[in-house]
């Protein structure tokens, strides 16, 4: 099963070169490499979704920290720029958070800063995968055989550091034979599940059907979709999930028609200062993003634009959450504090 579709490589002799990002803008009609030599450049291709998805973003931020310190740039300064990107995922402000602490430990003891700061945002990298792959295990024990299972945006590799997370979990599916099909939300309006998710579903050979965002109800109403699996950017203490727009209307779809719905994150999309759906930071991102597709304009000049880029799942609508420590189920308040709570 592939593993490999990774949204970031080095190049060059570290801590020489620069992180390049696989421009996820461009896929699936070209695979084009961004070289981000400076932490200002790593922070820009964030904000511009040249590299996605909660986890990658998190580990692109390890990265351009180290690539700061390496620079000899003030430490909260380099934090402070790669935080200012996108506000809604809680694995970039997690990241963040080890890479100042690692900095912090590495001065107070002399050591090798920028050797250390590269190998802590290794770590980041190695532990997500790891996660992801626990997280395939225990999460294709809750499908059923022969399940065709919609989702939404992109979770797979290309969001994180490999595999990934609803993702993750069909193609631990697939590989153990029960998967029958995806459903590929297109996941208007930056379309990652038409452009991201088809093209990783094609390359490791998943059963898939894409579909637009309005073709849901329709198809689960016809009785052709088993349950629903997403990833998330940020889940609250008491499971408020925050992923990407037209999550929500998916949980009411499937809470309508009976299905299942399920959420896969690391615990590194845990926040446990969240205790209200309301209190997560809503990214809202530029008009233009949605009045044209690749360039081409669809809709007049001057008509008024609304883009949330996210929206929030109550707790209520989510039948299981998913995370590398295993399956957590309401009341969420004590399932994810456990699961926060290292064994
Ligand atoms: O705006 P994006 O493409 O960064 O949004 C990504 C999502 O909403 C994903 O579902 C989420 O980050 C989980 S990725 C493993």
Not at 51 to 70: C, D, E, K, L
Not at 242 to 263: E, R, S, W
Request: proline letters at 6%.
């Amino acid at each position: 099963m592939q593993t490999n579709v990774t949204p970031l490589r080095w190049s060059g002799a570290r801590p020489e070169g620069a992180l390049e990002l696989i421009d996820q803008r461009l896929i699936p009609i070209e695979e084009t490499w961004i070289p981000c030599a400076t932490y200002e450049e790593v922070a820009q291709a964030i904000t511009d979704m040249v590299v996605r998805g909660a986890p990658a973003i998190g580990i692109t931020a390890a990265y351009g920290a180290a690539i700061g310190a390496r620079d000899g740039h003030p430490r909260e300064v380099v934090l402070a720029r790669l935080a200012d990107t996108r506000p809604t995922a809680v694995n970039l402000f997690w990241a963040i958070s080890r890479m100042r602490a690692r900095w912090e430990r590495a001065e107070a003891d002399g050591e090798d800063l920028v050797a250390t700061l590269f190998a802590e945002a290794d770590a980041i990298r190695d532990e997500d995968l790891a996660a992801n792959l626990a997280m395939g295990r225990a999460g294709a024990e809750l499908l059923e055989q022969g399940a065709r299972v919609l989702t939404h945006c992109n979770t797979g590799g290309l969001a994180t550091a490999g595999y990934g997370t609803a993702l993750g979990v069909l193609r631990a599916a697939h590989a153990e034979g029960k998967l029958a099909k995806v459903w590929i939300d297109e996941t208007r309006p930056y379309l990652q599940g038409a452009r991201l998710t088809a093209w990783e579903c094609l390359a490791d050979g998943l059963e898939a059907t894409l579909i637009t965002d309005s073709m849901a109800a329709h198809f689960m109403q016809r009785g052709e979709v088993d349950a629903v699996i997403v990833g998330a950017d940020r889940i609250g203490a008491n499971g408020h999930v925050a992923n990407k727009i037209g999550t929500y209307g998916l949980a009411v779809l499937c809470a309508h028609h009976g299905i299942p719905f399920y959420v896969a994150a690391p615990t590194t999309t845990l926040d446990p200062e969240i205790t209200e759906g309301h209190q997560i930071p809503i990214e809202q991102r530029s008009a233009s993003e949605v009045t044209t597709v690749r360039g081409q304009r669809i809709a007049p000049e001057g008509i008024d634009v609304a883009h949330p880029a996210f929206d929030v799942t109550p707790p209520e609508l989510v039948t299981a959450i998913v995370t590398e420590r295993g399956v957590a189920r309401p009341p969420y308040g004590a399932s994810l504090a456990a699961a926060l709570t290292p064994s």
